[in-house]
């Protein structure tokens, strides 16, 4: 009995896994931080890095930090061991200013708009000492649960709810709480169908018909054509056009080419549906 006791107390005194410490880069150009804002958990570090040619400094509004003149390339490195919020600026031009916002729990989630019935792919990393985070999702209402996630020894978890509506999403664990995610869900469907144009008079090439249609209907919403290009090493844009009133539009490709097409956001660029990729016959 007195052996076991022993090992019992011994158990105790073991530290729970910490979770793996991360660097967040932050470069310094000519008059500003980039990002001027970043998220770190605690005990991760941030690094600054000058690639301006002149001398700048990462100093604490509050007197915490305060690096010395930092010349091109050179860089100043701090680790942030608890939660808090650290503004500093440049004491050689004070109209540069950044923040540090440092957490217990962090919560990572798509970049893109997913579709209805995708999964959300959410991650996330923890302090110390938690072996579990809820994820709770808003859709209007409120938060509440939606899954539960599992911290592994390195302090990273990992959770794919289902996503039906847009929501804003938070990992949390006992009194600590993650920076919110905002996840946006379309409900769209992108039909591609490819169809031969043959050779006309005088034309050296053959070229086939890329039609796009788009449901629900989407008129006016901008369609991007990406090709497979080898010698770019990968998917580059070649065409934009905008769905026309029945949400449709065609391409014309040269025959032989890998392509697909990808729904966007206004803004043209964010992709929203990316469709299957579609050899063109020769």
Known sequence: MIRAALIAACLLLVPA????ADTANVGIQSGAFGPQDVSILAGDSVSWQNHSLQSHTVTSRIGLFGSPPIGLSGNYSRAFPAAGTFAYYCQVHPYMTGEVDVYDVLLNGPQQPLTRGDQVPLSGRASAGVSTVEIQADTGSGFADVATAAVDGTGSFHASPPATVNARYRA??????????????????????ASRLHKRHGQRHRFDLVRVRVTPPDPGAFVVLQLDLRERFGWWPSQRHKLSASSTTTFRVRAGQRARA????PDGWTPVITSAAKRLPR
């Open 17 to 20: 896994a910490a979770a793996s």
């Open 172 to 193: 949390v664990a006992g009194s600590w709480t993650s920076p919110e995610v905002q996840v946006v869900v379309v409900d769209r469907t992108m039909r591609v169908h």
């Open 262 to 265: 990808v729904l966007t956001l």
